[in-house]
């Protein structure tokens, strides 16, 4: 194992901590909203950071199944039906890896339709962001507000962020303290203000593990036909070959290990205990990595940094963790979401001509205007064909179109080589 594989310092705990906007608001909204056991959420997450560090060595991201998470928490599904939906995906996912089947579905995510998946991702992120900044409550479970500022009622989350960011962006280029450390640091006791300690002291310390339980025929079904179906596309798309180039992009000959073979099987088999111990269904992601990468992570130690405390609030807090989460105020969080988005657009920086570009608006557009990823997908490969269908059309036209013309004897052939004219008579004049 080399050594530079894992590195604990400052710049990794700050890459580690660089994905919580979009981990950390899905999480508490299952576990708050829908009932999930926080003990069984935390165990799989945790285990799965710890899992991906140690194999890919590689700040690879966990995150949870964004169609999943979305369509859960806007119906209101049960805890049974949403880990279901992990099991699942899980037998999907290993299936594709191991059949080779995967190697097939490549064949419709060429680069400009995976640089369309980055730009959606990126724009998703922005709106994502846009709106932790804008809700209403300063932190989970607290109270809102407004400052007033020359008879401007501006909220308090738009003012913390303007002032955050702005600090946020001044430490990017610090090589000592990491800006998302500096955010946090910053935004913990602004949370506190705002009364997020009040719930530190409902903290139960204790050993706590979930019990093993099979989903039912009908949670299956229900998982199968609400959750699943929306995601496979998603999870193709943006979790594998999206993820892939994404570590390649930044990591290069590193990234060896981050193949769609090897990210099925991680997101199959971590996804198999979640569908069994009713955990959350999880994933990886290119904006997750694109997250853990420009806020400092460069090794697997990232990916432990944050796997490792996870694991520890999963078995020792006894699934009270809400207070823990209500120290980060929501503009923090939507700060990150936004620089994240805004670098994971950057992506797109070399597609050339107007027919990539066409599509990667193919995709990013439609899956932005309708929170719906699978739906920009779709369109963007429906575009890609058809533009790659007219090409040929283009170059092979005129040729049966020449070929056509000559048998209706529209055109003559060509006339035959002759050599100079009055070679053949100084050939016999010579020869006399």
Partial sequence: ??????????????????????????????????????????????????TAGLFYRLPVPVQPLKAVAAIAIAGGLSPSVISA???????????????????????????????????????????????????????????????????????VGWLIALVLGTIFILCLRSKRFPASVALLALGIPISILWGSSLGLPSLRFGLSLPAVAIPSLADLSAALVLLVIPQIPLT????????????????????????????????????????????????????????????????????LLIGVPILAMAIFLDGNVVPIFSLIPYAVLGVLVIFVGVQHSFLIRDLRGIREILVAMAVAIPGLLTANLAIGLASGICLHLILKTLSRIHVIWPHYLSIARRKAGLTQNPPEKRGPVGSETLRSGSSQ
């Avoid at 050594?3 to 710049?11: I, P």
């Avoid at 995906?89 to 080779?100: K, P």
């Avoid at 769609?260 to 269904?281: D, Q, R, S, W």
């Fill in 85 to 155: 939906s992990g099991l699942i995906m899980a037998t999907f996912l290993l299936l594709m890896a191991g059949t080779g089947a995967v190697s097939k579905v490549a064949k419709l995510f060429p680069k400009v339709i995976i640089r369309g998946i980055q730009l959606g991702v990126g724009l998703l992120l922005i709106k994502a962001g846009l709106v932790l900044v804008n809700r209403h409550q300063v932190v989970i479970n607290g109270d809102g507000g407004f400052v007033t500022l020359v008879n401007l009622s501006i909220p």
């Fill in 236 to 303: 193709m798309g943006n979790a594998v070959f999206a993820t892939v180039d994404t570590a390649k992009a930044y990591f290069g000959p590193q990234a060896k290990r981050v193949t769609p073979k090897a990210l099925l099987t991680t997101m199959g088999l971590v996804n198999m205990g979640a569908g069994l111990l009713g955990g959350m269904p999880i994933c990886h992601g290119s904006g997750g990595l694109t997250a853990h990468f420009r806020l400092g992570a460069r090794t697997g130690g990232a990916a």
């Fill in 1 to 50: 194992m080399k050594s530079n594989s894992f590195r604990y310092n400052l710049q990794e705990l700050g890459g580690a901590l660089g994905d919580l906007g979009v981990l950390l608001p899905l999480t508490v909204a299952l576990i708050t909203l829908n009932h999930m056991n926080a003990t069984s959420v935390l165990l799989v997450v945790g285990l799965a950071y710890i």
